[in-house]
Nanobody, 116 residues
Framework: QVQLVESGGGLVQPGGSLRLSCAAS????????MSWYRQPPGKEREWVGV????????INLDDVKGRFTIARDNVKKTVYLQMNSLKPEDTAVYYC?????????WGQGTQVTVSS
């Protein structure tokens, strides 16, 4: 059974940083592309970016480029989203996604709230 478990969300002040983690189990992690998505309140889910099995990274959202980065640890089967210089508009539920030959899987999400 595939499981993706996000952690690291919470309340942070504008300008602060958070690192989200997504621990995977039940799949050949190193061969999967791992993405982060987010869903701001009242809005649709949007794709933040991906780190592929090769290690190449694409950050999709222009507003987070230069502030967010993605990393993976294939030994720990964990993907990370490092978020710096956080803004109130980064407030959202953040989800990780695993995509590979065996299917497409989602975590349950973790809430990030940026507020003073």
């Amino acid at each position: 059974q595939v499981q993706l478990v996000e952690s690291g969300g919470g309340l942070v002040q504008p300008g602060g940083s958070l690192r989200l983690s997504c621990a995977a189990s039940g799949l050949p992690f190193s061969s999967y592309a791992m993405s982060w998505y987010r869903q701001p309140p009242g809005k649709e889910r949007e794709w933040v970016g991906v780190i592929r099995a090769t290690g190449s990274i694409t950050i999709n959202l222009d507003d987070v480029k230069g502030r967010f980065t993605i990393a993976r640890d294939n030994v720990k089967k964990t993907v990370y989203l490092q978020m710096n210089s956080l803004k109130p508009e980064d407030t959202a539920v953040y989800y990780c996604n695993a995509y590979g030959s065996g299917g497409d899987y989602w975590g349950q999400g973790t809430q990030v709230t940026v507020s003073s």
